[in-house]
């Protein structure tokens, strides 16, 4: 079965634009997590849904950044008004049950800002 | 709160070379044990994990073993491949209240021919 997908891989932007980022997560996992990796840095937890609903969202940075879920399904994160520092690789990782179990890790997509 | 220490990257080998990458843990209680890859521009795979006390996780030639005594587990091959090169993360599942797994800052591997 097809595994979980991101999209686009790879995003340059401008400083000040807004960008969306797109997870489809394996069909039937309940869990979705989002993590942001600096070069050579390890993982820097984002938010995470269980359903539809995002109960811990303590890791969003700032205010520019919002995530939703929709259908129990695919995830979108939003940045706004994009910052230099946002440079990174997004990566989204979807799991049968809440962070108990084995993550299964998309490609991730590399966002360059300008 | 959980935490997972790894040793400091990177870790350089000739092929066929021995490798040891050191994982030591904080936890509550005995949680199962994971480590995850990354190749070059992809996202995480699991590798191998162990769920109790002196399990031996392996898959591709690594194995791990959990070790509750040193609260470790440390990631072993006999003989490293070139296509070994990647990153490589030791981690906790979520535990307790929190539902956000632990991960290690990441150890990269370069492996020369």
């Known amino acids: 079965g097809a595994g979980v997908s991101q999209s686009p891989s790879n995003k340059v932007t401008e400083k000040g634009k807004d960008v969306e980022l797109r997870c489809d997560p394996i069909?039937?996992?309940?869990?979705l997590y989002w993590y942001r990796q600096s070069l050579g840095q390890g993982l820097e937890f984002l938010i995470y849904f269980q359903g539809n609903s995002a109960p811990d969202k303590s890791g969003l940075p700032s205010d520019r950044f919002s995530a939703e879920r929709t259908g129990g399904s695919v995830s979108t994160l939003t940045i706004q008004r994009t910052q230099q520092e946002d440079s990174a690789v997004y990566l989204c990782?979807?799991?049968?049950?809440?962070?108990?179990?084995?993550?299964?890790f998309g490609p991730g997509t590399r966002l360059t800002v300008l | 709160g959980d935490s997972v220490t790894q040793m400091e990257g990177p870790v350089t080998l000739s092929e066929e070379a021995f490798l040891t990458i050191n994982c030591t843990y904080t936890a509550t209680g005995y949680p199962s044990l994971f480590w995850y890859v990354q190749y070059p521009g992809e996202g995480l795979q699991l590798l191998l994990k162990a769920t109790k006390a002196d399990d031996k996780g392996s898959n591709k030639g690594f194995e791990a073993t959990y070790r509750k005594e040193t609260t470790s587990f440390h990631l072993e091959k006999g003989s490293v491949q070139v296509s070994d090169s990647a990153v490589y993360f030791c981690?906790?599942?979520?535990?307790?209240?929190?539902?956000?797994?632990?991960f290690g800052r990441g150890t990269s591997l370069i492996v020369h021919p």
């Open positions: 069909s039937g996992h309940t869990a």
């Open positions: 981690a906790l599942p979520a535990s307790g209240g929190s539902y956000i797994p632990t």
């Open positions: 990782a979807s799991s049968v049950g809440t962070g108990f179990d084995e993550q299964f």
